[in-house]
């Protein structure tokens, strides 16, 4: 994360879990915005973060409300499956907000983790994504969509955002991108080299590439 995360510049983290993103960000940004809807795992962060790190016992959508959550993972460390998404699973009552509300400044860095809620997380930033042009890490699968992955590219696309994907410790340009071949191939072995599932977006205009 070392080298795509601006060190001068506000961080915000999206799907925080028990905070391992926080952590890092923690350490080279001046102030870090975490969300993670789930109470003892936001319990967990607030005890140990430090005084620049702000959890929001939150999830993070294209509106403000509540929704149910839901985590169809009942193993040691299923919290991190946790979906807005309707499963009838394990469902627990959260407070929905945008990143938009929160009007956050000079935000450099956006990651976003939230099993199937990418678009509308990204939607309920947009005005964040036009006035600070931030670079964003996000986790997206086709698995946990109900519409084509390519509709999270092209509306980042629309916003003139550049993507590229991880493969082999690589960034490689999303334009290369296979979701039969680089995801759904390989859907049964998702903790395996094989499954693609990060993806870098970079403002248009930036210098810097991964």
Known sequence: MDEYLPANRTAVDVGAWWGPWTATMAKQCPAVHSFEPQPVLATQLRDWAPTHVTVYQQAVSD????????RPDHRPGGDGLATLRPTGDNTIEVDVTTIDLHHFDDVGFIKIDVEGFELPALKGAEQTLERCRPRLMIEIEQRHLDYPITDVFDWLTA???????????RWIPLNLFDVEADQTAHVDS???AS????????PEGEGWRP
């Open 63 to 70: 509106r403000p409300g509540k929704l149910h959550l839901s």
């Open 159 to 169: 916003r003139r955002f550049q993507g590229w994907f991880l493969r082999d410790g």
């Open 190 to 192: 998702v903790k395996s």
């Open 195 to 202: 499954y693609i599932n990060a993806f870098l977006f970079i």
